[in-house]
């Protein structure tokens, strides 16, 4: 099962819309995140600008539930509304991200694991927690130094903030690709530690950033942006 939303105005595209479609199933034949919010744009005017015409976020562990909620509230308005996805198992972004792109199956449950070659636990030392994994180096815009990976447990509100600004930021800078792919990582570290009303805070700013984003988007290329949001997996409330 593949779930995605579409924008409104997609509905007038037929051909748009089916080629979106397309890329997003083949992009994510594979994902079973336990749920998510996908969210496409259409577009309505030929391009014209280097800028992509697509981006993609990735946000790590936000519950479909919550998207839900801020939609009911009225957030992401020119969005279909959130569908499901089944998760990966186990549920873990490392797991979930390597199967999105294709990378090397990972070695362990995470990077800390019992290996039985070595019959001992790997991937404990502080050098080995904080390098970037593979899916990593395949976004666009992501945080990948090691003072970020630790700061987003300690001011998880604060980084994630930053993060979507750098999305902002990041996204006009780039012309050399379609796609731009965003990794929102302090998502899963607020939902751990704070719950549900704290990452509402983020749905919050994310919902007003991709409003600006947008309207930036069309006053420099006269068209809309396609955009296609999910999580790699949820998180529950017990
Ligand atoms: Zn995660």
Redesign the pocket.
């Known amino acids: 099962m593949f779930p995605l939303i579409v924008y409104k105005k997609a509905l007038f595209l037929d051909n748009d819309i089916m080629e979106g479609l397309m890329e997003i199933n083949n992009m994510f034949n594979k994902i079973t995140a336990f749920c998510c919010v996908a969210i496409l744009l259409a577009l309505s005017v030929p391009a014209r600008a280097a800028l992509p015409d697509t981006l993609v976020i990735a946000t790590?562990?936000i519950p479909y539930s919550l998207v839900r909620e801020a939609q009911l509230k009225g957030e992401f308005k020119d969005f279909y509304p959130a569908s499901k996805m089944i998760g990966v198992f186990p549920s873990?972004?490392d797991a979930a991200f390597d199967d999105i792109f294709h990378c090397d199956t990972p070695l362990g449950y995470q990077r800390i694991h019992f290996s039985p070659e070595k019959n001992e636990v790997v991937g404990k030392f502080i050098n080995e927690l904080i390098h970037p994994e593979e899916y990593q180096l395949r976004f666009d815009s992501v945080h990948n130094g090691k003072i970020h990976y630790v700061l987003i447990y300690i001011a998880s509100n604060t980084m994630a903030g930053k993060e979507i600004a750098a999305m902002q930021r990041d996204f006009f800078m780039s012309n050399n690709a379609d796609v731009f792919y965003v990794f929102i990582e302090a998502t899963?570290p607020i939902l751990h530690k704070y719950g549900k009303d704290k990452t509402m805070l983020f749905l919050d700013n994310l919902n007003k950033t991709l409003d600006d984003l947008q309207k930036e988007y069309i006053a420099k290329t006269g068209k809309h942006l396609k955009i296609i949001a999910f999580s790699?997996?949820g998180n529950t409330d017990g």
């Open positions: 790590d562990g873990l972004s899963d790699d997996h």
